[in-house]
Nanobody, 121 residues
Framework: QVQLVESGGGLVQTGGSLRLSCAAS????????MGWYRQAPGKQRELVAI???????NYADSVKGRFSISRDNAKNTVYLQMNSLKPEDTAVYYC???????????????WGQGTRVTVSS
């Protein structure tokens, strides 16, 4: 089985920074795209940022210029550097990875359990 574990969330004031990490472990042959989603209170889950295995990135318009996604393939880890945080960034952030568990399997999405980010005004 595959497990994704997030860390780095917490409470920060407006304008502050946080760095989220997500490490994948278990039976995995390869990881394709990795990304971060978030779900704010009373809202639906939304895509924040993704990074492909080749390093191509994509961001939601609301976080462009403030957030930066990166990955360390040797550690099967994806990061989200969040700067200039705003109260509207408050949400539970979820790690997602498209994982191929063996050469005989098609890639499937796996999710972490989430890490909470709270930005105070």
């Amino acid at each position: 089985q595959v497990q994704l574990v997030e860390s780095g969330g917490g409470l920060v004031q407006t304008g502050g920074s946080l760095r989220l990490s997500c490490a994948a472990s278990g039976r995995l042959f390869s990881i394709n795209a990795m990304g971060w989603y978030r779900q704010a209170p009373g809202k639906q889950r939304e895509l924040v940022a993704i990074v492909t295995s080749g390093g191509t990135t994509n961001y939601a318009d609301s976080v462009k210029g403030r957030f930066s996604i990166s990955r360390d393939n040797a550690k099967n880890t994806v990061y989200l550097q969040m700067n200039s945080l705003k109260p509207e960034d408050t949400a539970v952030y979820y790690c997602n990875a498209d994982v191929q568990i063996s050469i005989f399997h098609t890639g499937l999405p796996y999710w972490g359990q989430g890490t909470r980010v709270t930005v105070s005004s």
